[in-house]
């Protein structure tokens, strides 16, 4: 009885090591990222590319459109950077620290993940407008929040968060103390210690956070819809032109611009990619 069940065991591993080993197993997963990554995105561009040049052009540099840009692109670049350091100050936090409430503080930190974007927008544009809250401290100031840029901007800030904290807190978990404690008895300060020793290996974890959240926060919709004016010229992204073209029954011109966003943003990434690349062989 116990013989049986010793080799059964071994002849399992070794039928999958069989099978991990064949040929062909790298078919599967290639044929899935095709149909659904690879095919989509080639589908859309020879959409727009129907257009023809000159109409493509001219969509695509539209004044409302390159506005959209600019708003989309710049806002998540900022808050893609405020949150690459806030994120790493929360991560180090949680990592570092034992106060109360940690635990659920640092599940907290997940909530944008389940949080439903319409449901975000709504909470975001009742505590920031000019009653809620926060908002209601701004406004003697002149200071408007909700439904402007800014509230493009927070809207863009919360869902993108998560990404940094929970891609730097493994790597500042697993940070051995013995190396820090070793730079301080060798004479080197908190600041050095951080500077030098800490801070490289985290280096490109967090330009992996800043990615994700930068990449997240350019294709949000449903929360920026509700937290925004959607006005042309003012705070007004290309994803909610996308769908104001569509409302429209103007197919060509979401393609257009849904194209060029999506070239822009692998344009960005592919750089940022670099960026990882660099912090990784020189950090």
Known sequence: MTATTSHST???RNWFGVVSRLPWI??????????????????????ASTEGPVRFWSIATSPVALDAYRVT??????TAF?????GLLIAWVLVRYEFPFRRVIDAAVDLPFALPTSVAGLTLATVYSENGWIGSLFAPLGIKLAFTQWG????????SLPFVVRTVQP??????????EAAWCLGASKFQTFWRVVLPPIIPAALTGVALGFSRAVGEYGSVVIVSSNTPYKDLIAPVLVFQRLEQYDYSGATVIGAVLLGLSLALLVLINLLQAWGRRYG
């Not at 899935?32 to 995105?41: D, R």
């Not at 405020?82 to 806030?86: E, K, R, T, W």
């Open 171 to 180: 790597v500042l978990a697993d940070l051995e103390k013995d190396v820090e």
């Open 82 to 86: 405020i949150n690459g350091i806030f």
């Open 152 to 159: 493009v901007a927070i809207a863009m800030l919360l869902i």
């Open 73 to 78: 692109f710049g806002t998540a670049l900022v």
């Open 10 to 12: 071994p002849t399992w």
């Open 26 to 47: 790298w078919i599967v997963p290639t044929a899935y990222l095709a149909v659904m990554l690879l095919l989509p995105t080639i589908a859309l561009f020879l959409k």
